[in-house]
């Protein structure tokens, strides 16, 4: 029988905690509602998912994501057909056999977080830096032309 201290988190109100947040993002969407449909689910598993927060100013939008502990070289980027992908890895810390841990609650691994980028947001012009454990993703906008509204005959 191995006896080795290794410690599995397990907290049962995460879960109930994660679909409820599932759910807030898929009625509230990750941008505002005229900003297209949001947030894309996945239906790749993550091990964890960051917390974001979307502004917008007369320049345009700026994503920034909380991303603790993490190097610039663990992130990556990237705009893919209207779609902005944020993904990495949060790597765990080398096991000490001399700690012992009373509660763990940080989560690592794997995480991915994709959004559609409205109209208005110029994906060539994408730029995003990595300062003190934040993302920041700026997206430049532009204006978006609007089509007259045709009056048609209903025969």
Known sequence: MNTSNKVIAWNPLREIDEAQNRLSRFFLGGFPNRMGSGEIHSLAVADWSPEVDISEDDHGYLLKADLP??????????????????????????????????????????????FTLPEDADSTKVTAEFRDGVLK??????????SKATQVKVQ
């Open 69 to 114: 502990e993490m190097k610039k070289d663990d992130v990556k980027v990237t705009v893919e057909d209207g779609v902005l992908s944020v993904s990495g890895e949060r790597k765990t810390e080398k096991e000490d056999q001399k700690k012992k841990f009373h509660r763990i609650e940080r989560c690592y691994g794997t995480f991915r977080r994709s």
């Open 137 to 146: 993703v700026h997206l430049p906008t532009t204006p978006v032309a609007r």
